[in-house]
């Protein structure tokens, strides 16, 4: 609650009048005696000076209700002293009498014109004297009077001026209060937008309008308190450059309309501008109003910056758990059908043509599981920045036709076509070909996805103004205007139907955005709508490839036979290793099996191996400890090492290095490619792990 204000003061009451001040001014001193004697009955201060330098000592010192100045002194005369007080601001007005034996006409003029108010004839008589000079005493003492009452009017003023600045405080800091609870009520931003209007009619102004902004600076809605329908086309021209004018440089603003002022507030979220707060007042706006305004536009910018962020929060959670709710449709989706395919191959009298369906059923379904869980993976290490990218030049044309070729057996299973464009002249970009191939077979794949069976899709490449433009274009689904903006965002799709027609993730585009950012290019989306089809451009910086001899071919080498590798299988889930052992003997190798730490370096010693797959998560000695070892024992040193784990973070790529490992994949493994570097143990290794 606000402190009591204390009530009007009441005037002072005024005390009792000093003595005043009597200065006489003569050279003899018994007149001195004289002028005492005669004025004491005054009851004033009697002060004597001996000649007009005396005189103007005292009266820089102190203020005299009337001077009694001798005319015919010896060093300065009476006059020139007249001449002398009169030109002291204190002592201007202050009256003079002379004292004179003789007063000719000269002299008389001239002291008149000095200020003098009489002339008194010496010797002087008593009664005279003293009924003179007590006049100027009591005219004295008046003014004395009038200066105190003024001054205490004017105090009286100055505190009811005080008392109504504190009550207006107040009443300010109340209303601040109270704004500043309504707006931080709820976290709804149309209920925040609904309060601030509330609060600022009518304390801030007779009318407030709110107008929200885009990210781009356009009005995206305008709100008024009293309502009014009509209001978005009755901005006035002036109001309209005022507001122009905030939106530009974010700076409080105010401007006439009519004869009604209006200041404009923004509304800031951050470093960005949200909204203006506009308020109308019919009369002048004064400073406090202003002061007022801009505290209510700040504390409004943080009510709705939170309401933004919670918002924002629960819309990330809503995806999140949409997301959760769609890997798992997704992971079941392919263990049905391959529990089916497992539980017809364990019939009894099961041909071999059902047999070949059942694998390659089992197989097609892993594969499918093995791509989600390689995207999550990759999600998570862009999002904690642990993605880096191994540039070397490339050949646009042969990133280019590498996608399209890992793209083709869907849509040559769908029946759609693939129209390839490349530049005329070869192009030369900076890049990691794993990562642009996945990136543009992602935008080929999603393009076949929503497409229709038979539909085509277009990709084309070109160059221009240092930059490769990679465009993939498709006659599918399209779509919504609302939703193109987002379609980049992690965990956002744009089909949410129970039945999930295309399936996937919603994290693609993600990851494409991500590593085209991490080649320091850009990505964009276009859609006419839905049913209209979309176009993803991908923009990488590129430039025309130098023309090069064609190298010339090395002389064939005949191919030397080589005995079957020695390959030792490390692994603690029995049933990972054992069907291991079996594809690898299946293709002519001499496999043995370990499920721990210990037993691997032992047969290791016998073994002797070409080729050690080792599982990182091993129980006691795990795989990095293994590794070192192995690498000490002479009979494991020169063996082809790979880290085969779940394990794919960086942080576990770099301990392999370090271990001694020469390649690091990720379970599930391409088969092909890992049978490709077992053919192969002693081809030059060393490089990083991956």
Request: aromatic residues 4%; charged residues 25%; hydrophobic residues 45%.
């Amino acid at each position: 609650m606000a402190a009591p204000v204390p009530p009007a003061a009441a005037a002072p009451e005024l005390p009792l009048p000093e003595k005043a001040n009597i200065l006489v001014v003569d050279d003899l001193p018994e007149k001195h005696l004289v002028f005492r004697s005669i004025l004491e009955e005054l009851g004033q201060n009697i002060v004597s000076a001996r000649s007009g330098q005396e005189a103007l000592r005292c009266i820089l010192e102190q203020e005299f209700a009337v001077i009694l100045l001798d005319v015919n002194m010896p060093d300065i005369d009476g006059l020139e002293t007249a001449s002398l007080i009169r030109q002291y601001k204190k002592s201007s007005q202050t009256p003079i009498v002379f004292i004179t034996a003789y007063v000719d006409e000269v002299q008389a003029k001239r002291g008149y014109a000095l200020g003098a108010v009489d002339y008194i004839p010496s010797p002087v008589v008593p009664e005279v004297l003293r009924s003179k000079v007590r006049v100027f005493v009591e005219l004295f003492h008046m003014n004395r009077q009038l200066k105190q009452q003024a001054a205490a009017r004017e105090a009286l003023a100055r505190a009811e001026a005080a008392r109504a600045a504190a009550e207006d405080a107040m009443a300010r800091a109340d209303f601040l209060a109270e704004a500043s609870q309504r707006l931080s009520r709820s976290l709804d931003i149309d209920e925040t937008i609904a309060a601030l209007l509330d609060v600022a009619v009518p304390m801030l102004g007779e009318r407030a309008l709110l107008v929200m902004t885009n990210s781009d600076g356009t009005v995206a809605r305008i709100e008024v308190n009293p309502p009014d329908p009509g209001i978005t086309p009755n901005l006035s021209p002036p109001l309209r450059h005022a507001l122009a004018r905030v939106i530009e440089t974010r700076q409080f603003q105010t401007c006439t309309e009519g004869e009604h002022i209006l200041a404009l507030g923004p509304i800031m979220g951050g470093d960005r501008l949200r909204g203006v707060l506009i308020v109308e007042h019919a009369s002048s706006m004064d400073g406090a109003r202003v002061a007022l305004i801009k505290e209510v536009a700040s504390r409004a910018s943080i009510a709705m910056e939170n309401a933004r962020l919670y918002s924002a929060v629960q819309d990330a959670d809503r995806r999140k758990n949409e997301f959760l709710a769609m890997l798992a449709h997704e992971l079941r989706n392919p263990l049905a059908p391959i529990r089916n395919a497992v539980h017809i191959m364990k019939g009894d009298e099961v041909t071999q043509v059902t047999m070949n369906w059942a694998r390659d059923v089992i197989g097609r379904q892993a594969d499918h599981m093995a791509r989600l869980i390689d995207d999550l993976l990759d999600v998570s290490r862009i999002v904690q920045g642990k993605v880096t990218v191994r540039p070397e030049r490339l050949d646009l044309a042969a990133v280019v036709e590498r996608s399209v070729e890992a793209s083709l057996p869907r849509a040559n299973s769908r029946e759609q076509r693939i129209l390839v464009s490349l530049p005329p002249q070869p192009v030369e970009i900076q890049g990691d070909a794993v990562r642009l191939s996945q990136v543009l077979s992602n935008l080929v794949n999603n393009a076949s996805k929503f497409s229709a069976p038979g539909a085509r899709i277009w990709l084309d490449a070109s160059f221009a103004n240092g930059q490769a433009r990679i465009a993939v274009r498709d006659e599918g689904s399209g779509i919504e205007p609302a939703f193109l903006p987002h379609i980049f965002e992690l965990f956002v799709q744009g089909d949410q139907s129970l039945d999930r027609s295309q399936g996937g993730l919603g994290i693609g585009l993600t990851l494409v955005k991500h590593l085209v950012e991490l080649h320091g290019g850009q990505v964009s989306a276009h859609s006419e709508g839905p049913g209209r089809g979309t176009e993803v451009v991908v923009r990488l910086p590129a430039r025309l490839a130098a023309q090069e001899a064609p190298p010339v071919p090395a002389e064939a080498q005949p191919q030397r036979q080589r005995a079957p590798a020695r390959v030792l299988v490390v692994d603690d889930l029995a049933a990972s290793a054992d069907t291991l052992m079996t594809l690898l003997e299946m293709e002519g190798f001499e496999v043995r099996t370990a499920n721990e730490g210990m037993s691997a370096l032992r047969i290791a010693e016998d073994f002797r191996p070409d080729v050690v797959l080792l599982d990182i998560g091993l129980p006691g000695m795990n795989g990095f400890e293994v590794a070192h070892r192995l690498r000490t024992q002479p009979a494991s040193r020169d063996a082809l090492l790979i880290a085969l784990t779940g394990y794919g973070e960086a942080e576990s790529r770099s301990r392999s290095v370090q271990a001694g490992f020469d390649f690091h994949m990720v379970k599930p493994a391409d088969v092909n490619l890992l049978l490709s570097m077992i053919a192969e143990p002693r081809q030059p290794r060393g490089e990083t792990a991956t």
